[in-house]
Each structure stands twice: as C-alpha cells, then as structure tokens.
C-alpha cells in the first residue's frame, strides 16, 4: 500500500523499519524537526527521520499541520492511509480525512486505559499487571477511535517504564504491519471503545520525579520505575559537598520500616509512609554511570539513619 509514516522517537523506529521492509511504498515520512541535544548543543535529527534517510524516504517536518499550504502538500502524496507512532502532534481534520482509509494509529496501551501522552509509563507507575498495543483509526478526540487490534503483554514485577518500551516495540511494529495487510484486503474490522474504564495518561512533569517517602512501599517502588530510564525519580542527600540529587533507577518492596525517608541498612533499604523499599541501581545526577544500590551506598558511605530527602 502507499503509505505516509508519521512518527518521531525510537518507539516509532521498529514499525517504520517493517512497513518499508514488508514492501509497502513509503509516500513520505513526517516526524518533528531537528532539536538541540548532547553537550554542544547541535541539532539531532528525530530517531525516525535518521532511518528514514537510510531508506532514501523523502522527510517533511512542519512546524503545524493547521493551514491549507500543509494540509494540501499530505493529499499531494496520495496515500492509501497514514500510519500514526508517538508523532508528537496533534492532527486536523484535514489531515485525517486526506488518506483513502484515514489515519491509523499504534499507541502504547490497552484503549481506553491510559489515553494520552504517557501511556507506558504510567502504567508502570500504577501497578498494572499488564499492558499492550493497539491499532486504532485516528479521530479528532483524543485517542478515542475505534480499534482495531490489541496484543497484550505482563508487565513483571520490577519491570521499568524502558523497559516497557522496549517490550512494546517490535509487538507493535508487527500488529501494525498485520492491519496494512488485512486493510489491504478489506478485512480490517474496527470496535467502538467502551464507555467505561477511561483513564488519561497526562505528560509526566518534573514535580512528580521527586520521591515522596511518605508513600506506601508498593506507590514508591512503582513511580521510581515507571519514571526509569526518564526522567528519572531522585532524592537528595549530603555526599560530602553539600545535598546532591541522586537519582533512582530501579527500586523494589522490601522488609522493614521506620521513619519515612531513612535509611535502615547498607544494601540501600529505604523506609516508606507503609513499608520499605530497597534501591536496586542509583545513579549521580548528572553522571553517566549508574551503581548498584548497596555498592553505591557503601561507597557514599551513607549510615543507617541518613534521611534521603
């Protein structure tokens, strides 16, 4: 089919890399333009763009897609659909009435639970057991289409946000190839979501990275992970040059209790409001490395009793 890809980070990599590699004629790729990153600075193309380049696809990267110029360049590719993965815009309608069969969209979660931007990671941070994929045709409300197919998959205990996302990658890229193929062949039937069990994904703000040891164990363990790899939960504390933000990579449920926020061992054992959790791999802010949490915090050389702030 002829299709127009629109996606923009890593997640989107794995589905773009299958549609061109099952055969399907790439019209166009539209992803959001070139950001600053790294030390320098310099401009970095999106992980979609950089593949799309690979394969000799032609990238567009408008700033909107609101005015007559740009809704009249997407019809001018005469796409069958237009595949939608973590784009990073909102689309007109305009834009999804262009394709012949519209906009289908791969988003990363079980629909009508986690509609929104951050779907993996607060699935993550509420304790799902499970999570998924689902293609859906593209409407003008938020991810309120009709879907047409869903894999699911366990989320582990003490499973991260990344690697989620990494789980989800390559069951997405192949659920999205299956739909262009039975669409291909009219046999792409599409479900109304139910009215009952909406929950949004709002965008994940810094205020929320700050760990609040007050907290249940279990609230604690599952906002440190569902924030890992990005943006990362931290706490703050004395390493000798005043307090330092340290941030936590993975945590889990542990034995023990105490005051909220102290230290209780030197395997980095940590008291909640209800419970302990221990920190399983810490890193420095703003240092590349990440440790083990009992080496990190005999190498600190953190008490029991430290107060994590």
Request: charged share 20%; hydrophobic share 45%.
């Amino acid at each position: 089919m002829r299709v127009i890809f629109m996606g923009t980070p890593d997640f989107a990599v794995p589905t773009l890399a299958r549609l061109a590699q099952d055969g399907h004629d790439i019209a166009a790729v539209y992803t959001r333009a070139p950001a600053k990153a790294g030390r320098g600075m310099s401009l970095r193309p999106s992980p979609v763009q950089a593949l799309a380049e690979t394969l000799g696809v032609s990238v567009l990267t408008p700033s909107t897609l609101r005015t007559p110029e740009a809704a009249e360049t997407f019809a001018g590719h005469r796409a069958e659909v237009a595949v939608v993965v973590a784009y990073g815009m909102l689309l007109p309608q305009a834009i999804l009435d262009a394709p012949a069969h519209g906009c289908l969209n791969l988003h990363g979660s079980l629909l009508p639970r986690w509609r929104g931007a951050a779907p993996i990671q607060r699935a993550v941070m509420a304790g799902d057991a499970e999570s998924g994929v689902g293609v859906m045709r593209m409407e003008a409300g938020l991810d309120t289409g009709p879907v047409a197919l869903e894999a699911r998959i366990p989320i582990a205990p003490g499973m991260t946000a990344g690697e989620l996302h990494d789980a989800l990658m390559p069951v997405g890229a192949d659920l999205m190839a299956q739909a262009i193929v039975r669409l291909g062949q009219d046999r792409l039937a599409f479900t109304r979501q139910p009215e009952e069990g909406v929950v949004y994904a709002r965008k994940i703000t810094n205020d929320e990275a700050r760990i609040d040891w007050s907290r249940p164990a279990h609230e604690v363990a599952n906002r440190i992970n569902g924030l890992s790899p990005f943006p990362g939960a931290f706490f703050e504390v004395d390493l000798g040059k005043g307090p330092e933000r340290v941030k936590v990579l993975r945590a889990a449920r542990a034995d023990g209790g105490g005051v909220a926020g102290t230290l209780l061992d030197s395997d980095g054992t940590v008291a909640c409001g209800d419970g302990a959790v221990r920190l399983i791999e810490l890193r420095r802010a703003g240092k590349g490395g990440s440790a083990a949490g009992s080496d990190f915090v005999r190498g600190a050389r953190l008490t029991p009793g430290t107060r994590l702030g």
